[in-house]
């Protein structure tokens, strides 16, 4: 097999399409936490930790996937690819967990956010917010930007284990291509 500059282009797509999704997903909607006797409050992803991890880590997924396009076929793209795949990692975990388990998510990751809202410490709203949802005083639920930071995980996440396996191939072939380049030519045959 003859490696090209297109053998990573495909996972490099992959990658920018879910670095760019991911910062969509940054600024949608991700929850909505709406106490018993109170005003239900929406919130965006640039209020919340993993919406604001989700926008960051999509910039990042972005330009790697640009590094990936670029040099993924001259150079293979491993570490770039490992990179993507780390990343893609937490944003796969911010947005599944918050989509997932949106009470959780909100209680373990955004318990500040909520104590910001509502003026009040950070235990206090943690351990409010686990009460309130156990005795279901409090509703909450994942809205559109965490299902989006879920779906730009998964697609970064699979361009990059795509670009570790090319990568591999363009170095065996890499390897094969010089070192037949460089064996002698064999003599002639005698008769």
Do not use: C, H
């Amino acid at each position: 097999m003859q490696a090209s500059a297109r053998d990573q282009s495909t996972p490099a797509i992959l990658v920018i399409a879910g670095g760019l999704i991911g910062i969509v997903a940054g600024f949608l909607d991700w929850m909505d936490f709406a106490p018993s006797d109170g005003e239900a409050t929406t919130f965006k992803g640039t209020d919340l930790t993993a919406g604001t991890g989700a926008l960051g880590l999509g910039v990042a997924l972005l330009v790697l996937g640009i590094i990936l396009y670029v040099r993924g076929g001259r150079t293979g793209g491993k570490g770039v690819s490992i990179a993507v795949i780390v990343l893609a990692a937490f944003v796969l975990f911010a947005g599944g967990y918050s989509a997932l388990s949106p009470g959780d998510a909100l209680a373990e990751f955004e318990s500040s956010s909520v104590a910001e809202e509502y003026d009040i410490d950070d235990d206090v709203a943690k351990a409010a917010i686990k009460a309130g949802i156990e005795a279901e005083n409090i509703e909450v639920s994942a809205l559109a930007g965490a299902w989006v930071a879920t779906a730009a995980g998964l697609l970064a996440f699979v361009g990059g284990i795509m670009g570790v396996r090319r990568s591999k191939q363009i170095r065996e072939s890499g390897t094969t291509s010089t070192q037949s380049a460089e064996s002698p030519a064999a003599p002639p045959p005698t008769v």
